[in-house]
């Protein structure tokens, strides 16, 4: 008798270049409901997508809130708060699996930025220090979702420039900027500005080595 096979539209950003090897079987199906559910909600350029684990939460249905440059990959989870949050993303970046970014304020990542699984970069405290204010804004979330004026929380913008490295199971705080072509070494806590060109380390990060910068601009075009 006959039978049904399921295809998807063929998309030749998601079928095709360095990250093809990301969508096997159902991560490809997921991938593609993934992106398409995320294009509703924020604005991602025609050939960046979400794989099978990224996840986009714009909670306050602004598409300009979360924007996504060209050729860059999300596998892990964009999120917005109800009351403000703006995160920008530039052109060839990578989020691994498992990372959060997440925006009260605005969170700004150049290009060629890349992001590796489980890592941290939060712009806010996500809760009020105040105890009482803190349950309010607990219960509103479990019982009618996050508030829409801001429940007290501290938050200050976070900027990672073109070429950073955020290695796995870091954490980048609010109010910090990662210089160009900065390395974050795995499992570090950052809480004060990372100079360009260096590698730091730790919890809290410290300096570990300077770098070299890297080639001319020119020398990547097209790459």
Same mark, same amino acid.
């Given at each position: ?43 991602? =350029? ?57 925006? =009260? ?13 489980? =890592? ?94 890297? =080639? ?8």
């Amino acid at each position: 008798g006959a039978t049904c096979e399921f295809r998807l539209p063929e998309d030749k950003h998601m079928t095709r270049g360095p990250f093809t090897l990301l969508l096997k079987g159902k991560g490809r199906v997921a991938s593609f409901f993934n992106t398409r559910a995320a294009r509703e909600c924020s604005s991602l =350029a025609p050939d960046a997508w979400l794989t099978g684990t990224g996840h986009i939460d714009n909670i306050r249905r602004d598409r300009n809130a979360i924007q996504v440059g060209s050729k860059s990959v999300i596998s892990g989870h964009l999120q917005t708060f109800a009351h403000a949050g703006k995160i920008t993303i530039g052109d060839w970046v990578f989020i691994g699996e498992g990372s959060r970014v997440w925006s =009260a304020s605005v969170v700004s990542i150049g290009d060629r930025v890349l992001i590796s699984h489980h =890592a941290n970069i939060i712009d806010t405290s996500s809760h009020p220090i105040d105890v009482h204010a803190r349950f309010v804004q607990t219960k509103a979330i479990l019982t009618s979702g996050h508030p829409v004026s801001d429940p007290g929380l501290d938050s200050a913008p976070i900027t990672i420039c073109d070429d950073a490295w955020i290695s796995f199971g870091a954490s980048v705080l609010k109010g910090v900027t990662i210089g160009e072509g900065a390395i974050v070494g795995a499992c570090s806590v950052v809480t004060k500005d990372v100079a360009p060109w260096t590698v730091v380390a730790g919890n809290p990060a410290r300096l570990i080595r300077q770098l070299e910068p890297g =080639a001319p601009r020119d020398d990547l075009a097209g790459s």
